[in-house]
């Protein structure tokens, strides 16, 4: 048997042996971190982690800022709620009517200058058109979020600047499979669910990996590098294998069990969103945004290629219908915006590049794709404003 000196020796030769190890580990870990300060791009996130509204932009960031989607460098500002654009007191002021756009990164458009901007666009256009009010377009576009985690935006934050309307912005070619737990997964996205009675229940976040998420955005950027080159090769693998992701099967007319009930919620959520804005006195309004599958033929072929034996029952119209029966059903206005940037694109084909409404042809909305969402918001209200006019008597007009 060892003796006791044998055993000491032995353990402090194990001990120096893991001391080495673990400073060994933390020398490349440090030579790691500065060499993807000095070598790469990698700017710090622009996203945080909220406690209540699950994710928002860096509160008063204000920079320049590279983006791979529009391969230039963007000037962003936040404000205080970690929305994009200029600050906004609660207060209104007399005469000012104002429009809250709730949405994901189509409404944050980071990759377009603020000033082109949807929300921007439709700000001047409002600025422009003759008659008495005073218009505030506020954008409130968070890049992740989906319709419950802007629900709970709303409540905590939008109602707050008294909006006149109410933009609620369906991001289609992400949403639904945002909506859904079942189909996605994201640590800091707040997503809901259905108790036995029916009635919206919200999901509790995973608290401690959000945290460890949060303090590693904020101070690594080696721990940031590695997420996008993963992200990066984990698309580029998929698109290889032809990966389509379940948020997409919203084209499915047939939904399964596993989509319906991603449906029921998506349903919900909307009709939830629509109740409580028109009680706080304000007019909800969902706007559908297209995707890029829905405009360019090759697009949609990959999309039906992809689904492989669902593609008999695949529909690129399906979301419209659905989403305009539910508001037809609960008296909500709505937006289609499909058939317009159809219209923006005559050949149907991703080959004709002054066609794209979209960045590639695939992403987020280009300059041209904002430009005729405004438009399609613009004319919405203009016909609005009629529909109302012809219904007052000449003395109420007066």
């Known amino acids: 048997m060892p003796s006791n000196t044998q055993s000491s020796h032995r ?11 673990v400073i060994t580990l933390a020398i490349l870990i440090v030579v790691l971190e500065v060499g993807t300060r000095l070598l790469s791009d990698t700017q710090p996130p622009l996203l945080q982690s909220h406690q ?7 509160p008063h960031y204000d920079g320049q800022v590279f983006v791979p989607e529009s391969d230039r460098f963007v000037q962003l500002r936040f404000n205080g709620d970690g929305m994009r654009g200029q600050p906004f007191e609660l207060q209104k002021s007399e005469g000012v009517r104002r429009i809250a756009i709730i949405g994901d990164s189509m409404v944050a458009a980071i990759g377009a200058d603020e000033e082109d901007t949807a929300v921007q666009v439709l700000q001047q256009k409002l600025s422009n058109t003759p008659g008495p009010e005073k218009w505030e377009v506020m954008n409130f576009g968070v890049s992740g979020s989906a319709t419950g985690q802007e629900l709970v935006l709303y409540r905590e934050v939008v109602k707050h600047y008294q909006p006149d309307i109410v933009v609620c912005a369906f991001c289609i070619w992400n949403d639904f499979g945002d909506n859904s737990r079942e189909l996605s997964s994201s640590p800091n996205r707040i997503y809901f669910d259905l108790n036995q009675n029916g009635d919206l229940k919200q999901l509790k976040l995973s608290q401690s990996r ?14 940031l590098w590695q997420k996008h080159a993963t992200r990066v090769a984990t698309q580029r693998t998929k698109k290889r294998v032809g990966f389509l992701p379940k948020g997409k099967l919203i084209y499915h007319s047939e939904p399964t069990d596993e989509l319906e009930r991603a449906w029921t919620i998506t349903e919900k959520l909307i009709e939830t969103f629509h109740r409580e804005v028109e009680s706080d006195g304000s007019q909800f309004v969902l706007a559908m945004l297209p995707s890029s599958d829905q405009i360019h033929d090759e697009n949609w072929s990959r999309v039906i290629s992809n689904a492989g034996s669902s593609s008999p029952q695949m529909d690129a119209d399906y979301p419209s219908k659905r989403l305009g029966q539910l508001c037809d059903r609960i008296g909500a206005p709505v937006i289609d915006m499909v058939e317009a940037f159809r219209e923006a694109a005559p050949s149907r084909s991703r080959v004709q590049s002054n066609e794209w409404q979209h960045f590639g042809g695939v992403g987020h909305f280009n300059q041209s ?3 005729l969402a405004a438009e399609e918001i613009f004319n919405f209200l203009l016909q609005q404003k009629a529909s109302t006019a012809s219904r007052q008597s000449p003395i109420e007009q007066r």
């Not at 209540?52 to 860096?58: D, I, N, P």
């Not at 959000?210 to 721990?223: A, E, M, V």
Request: no cysteine; net charge positive; proline share 0%.
């Open 52 to 58: 209540k509204l699950g994710t928002t932009f860096t």
């Open 369 to 371: 794709g904002n430009q």
């Open 210 to 223: 959000s945290t460890i998420s949060t303090w590693l955005n904020q101070n690594s950027r080696f721990y």
């Open 11 to 21: 353990g402090r030769r194990l001990m120096m042996k893991l001391g080495m190890s």
